[in-house]
Each structure stands twice: as structure tokens, then as C-alpha cells.
């Protein structure tokens, strides 16, 4: 997964926030709900096998966190 932020996103506060929030625990804040989750997943028994205990929730939100690449775009100008 690769996110590309290009510098004039950086702006606004609330951008980082949510960018922060993505990087430190794989997840922004109310995007998607726990049922919207489960949709994501093909074959939910696989996910709840590879992490056994946690939500489907949980393992998204670990699984974006391992494999978020942020690429940031800065301006020379």
C-alpha cells in the first residue's frame, strides 16, 4: 500500500493529524466501520486464523500498518 502525500497537502492541521493517526496506529479515525471491515476480507477465516484473538478489525488495522509506505512529494520552488 503506498500512500503519496504531495507537500501542499501539508497545510492544513487536521491532514497531519489523520496522517499521524494512519502512521502510529494504522487506522484513521471513524473511516470505516467495523462491519465495513469485515467486508473487505474475501475469506475471513484466513484473517482470523493469521491473527488469532483480534477482530477483523484489529487485523486490518495491523496489517495496514505493516504494509503503509508513505511517499511524501516536496516542491523545489
Known sequence: MVLFIEDHNL???EFIELINSLISSGEIPGLYSPDEVERIFPNPEDIRRDYYGKTL???F???TKK???????????
Open 57 to 59: 478489525y484489529e487485523a
Open 61 to 63: 488495522c495491523i496489517r
Open 67 to 77: 504494509n503503509l509506505r508513505v511517499v511524501l512529494s516536496m516542491d523545489h520552488t
Open 11 to 13: 497545510i492544513k492541521g
